[in-house]
């Protein structure tokens, strides 16, 4: 009953996880297409569409500014995250709660209010149609990655590695740059790529900060599907795909770095 049992879970699951990813193969598929209009399954297969987008100046302007703004999304919410971590994990003894409500905030708004909200600020100090603008409103939703990965890589270290070293002469600050940062580094890996993913694919607040002047790759997506439907779109959508597959693969090494981490230093 066991053997029976256990079959049948992972036959729906692997029914669940064919209906999760058939979207996807078809999109990847139509991008090989050599056609000129959508047909699954593609008559005969070429790479002409990812030689005209990767031809393009305006796909290569949007890939380039889209890993502008994601690379300064990552950093920005690193810089933030990770003190706000360390002050949540460690400094804040009322009111937890209320502040972990506040750093979830950012991800459950709706993306529309956070998108006027975010053009009606803007206004005034004239950020709109600016890629750092673009940026400090990616890193609003970036933050709490960062937060809620480093606060759990903090909750799994042991701190009487950085106590020993404050017993030896280093002080508070040097101590947790030399001892506490490397060891939780893949924590904050994985938070940093996490902030990278959703400043890649947000459109929304996009389209509010940049107007039309610039496109990032989910803008220019978005225009493509509104003005002519061809495979060169399932091409770029691929290559944003595999983007969020290199991504995932980054947070996996540094998700198994993490826990080789934390037996070496229990053991």
Known sequence: MKTTGAIAVNGFAGAVLIFLLFPVLVVVLISFSSVDFLSFPPPSLSLRWYRTIFSSWEWIDAFLLTLQVGALTALLSTLLGVPAAFALSRHLKGGQGFVNALVLAALVTPPIIK???????????????????????????????????????????????ERAATIHGASPFRAVLGITLPLIAPSIIVGAVFAFMQSAQELLIA?????????????????????????????????????????????????????????????
């Open 115 to 161: 998108a006027i909200s975010i053009y009606l600020y803007y206004v005034p100090f004239g950020l709109l149609n600016t890629v750092p603008g673009l940026a400090f409103a990616h890193t609003v939703s970036g933050i709490p990655f960062v937060v809620i990965n480093v606060v759990a890589g903090l909750r799994g270290y042991d701190r009487d590695l």
């Open 207 to 267: 389209m509010f900060v940049l107007g039309t002047l610039e496109k990032p790759l989910a803008v220019k997506l978005w225009e493509g599907v509104r003005v002519a439907i061809d495979p060169s779109l399932a091409a770029a959508t691929t290559s944003v795909t595999v983007l969020a597959v290199l991504g995932l693969v980054t947070v996996m090494l540094a998700g198994r770095r993490t826990r080789v981490t934390r037996v070496a230093v229990r053991g």
